[in-house]
């Protein structure tokens, strides 16, 4: 529940994004740059998520998995309100973009603490042989965020026309973020600490600096690791924010039916990580890693013709098949994460891998696919995917699993 509200936040600043923030906080520009600025903006959460790593990843190693997630969501929650009061660029001037970068800033910094978190406690906390069913459940807070985030801007733009939306309407879902934070919060405080981490305080004290330790002791874990989840990333906002740019932009389709599209792509997200979580305990996670590595290079091989066929269901097909393949990347990639690093600096080694490939797959790749497209380079996102697919495949390939040595 944590985890999808989280994501529910964070998901909602790329659908808005994609659809307003380039004309209400960008100077008058063309489309393009507008969107291509407002894609950057939301690509400032990627390089605040390893910063917000470290930082919760260091309280998570030391005091616990709990307060260190608890604290997470409040962060998370806090600069998604904000954005809901911010000026517009008409009002402001340049200190209403700076002040939405901030804020962007303020939530990659609370999910950096996030994910590694949730996954851990999912994993720590499951039944032997359950691990990766455990995590899998966890994953779905990435999809069912994404559901309601898509869900509530594809209910407004029933209920109300674009004047009124722009105006005003896409602050309500920043709003509601209010109140779904404090069901979480609830939620969290009523969760124990992970018997994996109470046994190993017992062992031996905690390490004093994570960070320092996992960058000089398992630096290798955290580069393989970080490869890994670049596909995740790529296919995940490749599928979203980019190709709803894309697609209520210059493609032309309208908003409010791709919209829809994504939210019953995402219908397949949900089954391919159930479906990825039985068989990761079966198969172990490295399989199906590699499976998902391989279909994201078959899915770059015609995504962008898909989005560029003019056609709603071929587009809806490449967003599906993309969706469908990223519940095969992301279903196992926490409990996989885990077997790299030890107990006692889990969080924080999860955490780093996990955001250092989000700079790449988040941020970095969604954006080359941008300026690739305003420069008419064919193809654009499908050269985009098939790199992030060979970069995760040799991560999988390096990465093994290197707990056992130093545990």
Excluded at 144 to 170: H, K, Q
Excluded at 256 to 261: C, E, S
Excluded at 317 to 332: D, I, K
């Amino acid at each position: 529940m944590g985890t999808a509200i989280e994501f529910y936040d964070f998901f909602i600043y790329g659908t808005a994004a994609a659809l307003v923030f380039g004309p209400l906080f960008f100077p008058a520009q063309s489309q393009a740059a507008q969107t291509l600025l407002a894609l950057m903006s939301f690509g400032i959460a990627f390089f605040a998520r390893p910063v917000g790593a470290v930082a919760f990843g260091h309280f998570g190693d030391r005091i616990g998995r709990k307060s260190t997630l608890v604290a997470s969501l409040l962060m998370m929650g806090l600069s998604t309100l904000a954005v809901a009061l911010l000026p517009t660029y008409a009002t402001a001037g340049w200190i209403a973009p700076a002040l939405l970068c901030l804020m962007r800033f303020g939530q990659g910094f609370g999910l950096g603490g996030e994910w590694g978190g949730a996954a851990l406690l999912a994993a720590e906390h499951a039944p032997e042989g359950w691990a990766f069913r455990f995590v899998s459940i966890m994953q779905l807070g990435s999809p069912l965020g994404f559901l309601a985030a898509n869900g509530v801007f594809l209910a407004l733009g029933a209920a109300m026309d674009d004047a009124a939306f722009m105006a005003w309407g896409w602050r309500i879902p920043f709003l509601a973020s209010g109140l779904l934070v404090a069901v979480g919060l609830y939620v969290r405080f009523r969760i124990e600490e992970t018997p994996a981490f109470r046994e190993a305080l017992k062992r031996a004290a905690p390490v004093r600096l994570p960070f320092l330790e996992v960058l000089t002791r398992h630096w290798r874990a955290v580069l393989c690791g970080s490869a890994g989840v670049v596909a995740t990333f790529a296919l995940f906002y490749l599928a979203t924010a980019f190709a709803l740019a894309q697609a209520s932009g210059p493609l032309g389709y309208d908003r409010q039916a791709f919209l829809a599209v994504q939210m019953g792509a995402s219908l397949l997200y949900i089954g391919a990580i159930l479906i990825a979580g039985a068989l990761g305990d079966r198969l172990g996670p490295a399989p199906l890693l590699t499976v998902a590595a391989l279909g994201t290079v078959a899915v770059g091989l015609g995504f962008q013709a898909g989005l560029e066929s003019g056609s709603l269901l071929l587009a809806g097909l490449a967003v599906g098949a993309a969706m469908f393949v990223l519940g095969f990347a992301n279903a196992p990639l926490g409990g996989w994460l885990a077997t790299l690093f030890p107990v006692r600096v889990r969080y924080s080694g999860v955490s780093l891998a996990f955001n250092g490939g989000g700079i790449v797959g988040g941020a970095l790749l969604p954006i080359a696919a941008q300026a690739l497209t305003a420069a008419r380079f064919g193809h654009s996102s499908g050269v985009v995917l098939i790199a992030a697919g060979l970069i995760t495949l040799a991560g999988v390939r390096f990465g093994g699993q290197r707990v056992a040595a130093h545990a």
